[in-house]
């Protein structure tokens, strides 16, 4: 008996990668695994991907893409950001809210290695993160309010302190912390950039 295909089959295909990439990482998932969480035979995955790195870069891809439009949309909030802090706060909502929302993309995305079947145009979006997330570290290193060091560096350092959190917290979700738990990791990590005031 046919399977009935879904509304938005790609979407749906998407989802699935997504979700079991995130359990049982790229490498650990089969093509059968990701068409029966989707409900659809093998094939329907081919018509639209035609191989796992297909399926695996249009995952990563979609994923990117969409942290990007959340840390826009945070950004954007409430005009030109008054300070430095204000903007790492911005940052922090952006983050937070992708993560809270799209759990097992940001586990994906942010805790696996990848170099092993990322295309140009995936490794492009990846670097889009860092790039944005750097200018800003190099705006505060010139205000004075971040720490010296490579921005690079310290974009890492501050991504990683983010992503063991929403690591720590995947049986329950980010967005199952309490607002004062959650004020406090960021104020944690923002001591990670934050340049003390000198006497």
Do not use: C
Not at 15 to 24: C, G
Not at 95 to 107: D, E, I, N
């Amino acid at each position: 008996m046919a399977l009935n295909r879904k509304p938005d089959l790609p979407q749906t295909l998407l989802d699935s990668a997504l979700a079991l990439f995130a359990e049982r990482t790229y490498e650990g998932t089969q093509m059968p695994a990701v068409a029966q969480h989707a409900q659809v035979g093998v094939g329907s995955i081919y018509r639209y991907f035609p191989s796992k790195e297909a399926l695996g870069n249009a995952a990563f891809q979609h994923a990117k893409r969409e942290l990007l439009a959340h840390l826009a949309e945070a950004l954007a909030e409430g005009g030109p950001a008054g300070s430095t802090r204000e903007e790492f706060a911005r940052f922090w909502r952006g983050f937070t809210r992708y993560a809270g929302r799209h759990h097992a993309a940001f586990a994906f995305i942010e805790h696996q290695q990848h170099d092993t079947f990322l295309a140009p145009e995936s490794q492009a979006l990846a670097a889009e993160v860092h790039r944005l997330a750097a200018d800003f570290i190099v705006r505060g290193q010139q205000a004075g309010e971040i720490r010296d060091g490579d921005p690079q560096l310290l974009v890492s350092l501050a991504l990683g302190a983010f992503a063991g959190l929403v690591k720590h917290l995947r049986p329950v979700g980010i967005s199952e912390l309490p607002p004062e738990a959650l004020t406090q990791a960021e104020e944690a990590v923002w001591a990670l950039l934050h340049r003390e005031a000198t006497r």
